[in-house]
């Protein structure tokens, strides 16, 4: 389990493929300090598990199954990435409840500058767009967000200065993939409403804490 807060950018310094199973050495310094074989990292918001470390970098395998859903096997040597531990039970919970499971790869359609943020317009599949809500939190390459503006076939989220300099979405240009997780609470309550076999209301919504 991850909270969207990402806690440093790391760089890829080697790729290699052996047997379809992609492994990917990530420099970096941070997360680097409490770490363990078997540790759950957050890569641009995919959990992978850590198969070898040393004082200046770590390792981690991309499987098939992964591979299919996000766009990890296409990253290239001294790229960068978002890294996230997995959360501590006794911190500080600052974004939102992130499973570390890319839903899909979308596109950025747009990108726009504001007085005091980047407008960011990206376009998902019609499926993932019924599980979004205006003004709830969606994790955008492992960057917990809100979804300011939900359009008929794309949304927005804004990207303050702060978000901007700590993570990659600022290296984001038009066409760009992004990997994208909706809120895990919405999929619980979705499923719930389904299995009652009726369709999702605001009381429905409130009777569950929404």
């Given amino acids: 389990m991850f ?32 770490m363990h074989i078997g540790d759950s990292i957050s890569v641009n918001g995919a959990c992978l598990t850590v198969v070898d470390f040393d004082e200046h970098s770590f390792s981690v395998q991309v499987i098939k199954g992964t591979e299919n859903k996000t766009y990890l096997n296409q990253l290239s040597q001294a790229a960068e990435v978002n890294l996230e531990r997995a959360m501590l039970g006794q911190g500080r919970f600052g974004g939102h409840f992130v499973l570390g499971h890319v839903d899909e790869v979308a596109k950025v359609t747009r990108i726009q500058d504001s007085d005091n943020s980047k407008i960011v317009t990206i376009q998902p599949s019609a499926k993932l767009l019924t599980q979004m809500v205006s003004q709830g939190s969606i994790t ?18 804004h990207l303050i200065p702060e978000t901007r300099k700590s993570t990659i979405l600022n290296q984001k240009r038009v066409g760009d993939s992004v990997h994208l997780e909706t809120d895990m ?26």
């Fill in 140 to 157: 955008v390459d492992g960057v917990s967000l809100t979804i300011f503006k939900l359009n008929a076939s794309s949304f927005d989220i």
């Fill in 185 to 210: 609470l919405f999929k619980y309550v979705e499923k719930i409403v389904a299995n009652q076999g009726s369709g999702l209301s605001s009381e429905k919504l409130k009777a569950f804490g929404f």
């Fill in 3 to 34: 909270t969207g807060i990402v806690e440093e950018i790391g760089t890829i310094k080697k790729i290699s493929t052996q047997q379809s199973v992609v492994s990917l050495k990530i420099a970096c310094h941070t997360i680097l300090s409490d």
